[in-house]
């Protein structure tokens, strides 16, 4: 079955660092990736999609590319702030189905 | 006012007790989802419906029951609350077009004593 794996947390980083999450994922034929965020005290929103190999989705300065040869949608952020501490989840959209397949989540600790 | 709505928001309960919680959507969509989310474990798929007279189980759908009593509502029960039961429940919407987005209520944090 489809299956999405992220690293495990908390990434704590300072103020301006450089963010990296990663996220693999196992399924069949050509899903549709995502990345949702969920602030404390708050339901997950959708930060970011790609729909094909090669697409690169990008919302509020994170961006995460669509990598079918590595079976991978790392997500990036040039200079992170300490309102981006949140957890962040991976996800994908077999094609063939209706459902969303959530990774394990990665919480982001960013200090001033 | 949040396009989705949950209720309770908390709620402690004894093993044995019977829980509702109830989801309330202004986005007029026709799908809904319940999800349970455990720490390390992501969120889970308990039951959707695609309209009101569908319902299916999702992944781990045992110990619990849902009632999608019109296109904005749809609640879940458990029957009998255990402990291993405890958790933070969301419940989701999206349209037919199912882009992927799913919109999210803020939780339900259920905790069995």
């Known amino acids: 079955g489809d299956s999405v794996t992220q690293m495990e947390g908390p990434v704590t980083l300072s103020e301006e660092a450089f963010l990296t999450i990663n996220c693999t994922y196992t399924a069949t034929g050509y899903p549709s990736l995502f990345w949702y965020v969920q602030y404390p005290g708050e339901g997950l929103q959708l930060l970011l999609k790609?729909?094909?190999?090669?697409d690169k989705g990008s919302n509020k300065g994170f961006e995460a590319t669509y990598r079918k040869e590595t079976t991978s949608f790392h997500l990036e952020k040039g200079s992170v702030q300490v309102s981006d501490s949140a957890v962040y989840f991976c996800?994908?959209?077999?094609?063939?189905?209706?459902?969303?397949?959530f990774g394990g989540g990665t919480r982001l600790m960013v200090k001033p | 006012d949040a396009d989705v709505t949950q209720t309770p928001r908390n709620r402690i309960t004894k093993t044995g007790k019977r829980i509702m919680l109830e989801c309330s959507q202004t986005?007029?969509?026709?799908?809904m989802y319940w999800y349970r989310q455990d720490p390390g474990l992501g969120l889970r798929l308990i039951y959707y419906?695609?309209?009101?007279?569908?319902?299916n189980k999702g992944e781990i759908s045992d110990g619990y029951s849902v009632s999608r009593q019109a296109q904005a509502k749809f609640s879940l029960s458990l029957e009998s609350a255990i402990p291993n039961q405890t958790a933070l429940y969301f419940c989701?919407?999206?349209?037919?077009?199912?882009?992927?987005?799913?919109?999210f209520g803020e939780g339900s944090r259920l905790t069995v004593l």
């Open positions: 419906s695609f309209d009101v007279k569908d319902i």
């Open positions: 989701a919407t999206t349209g037919t077009t199912n882009t992927g987005e799913l919109f």
């Open positions: 996800a994908l959209r077999n094609n063939a189905g209706n459902m969303l397949t």
């Open positions: 790609a729909t094909k190999a090669d």
């Open positions: 986005k007029g969509h026709d799908r």
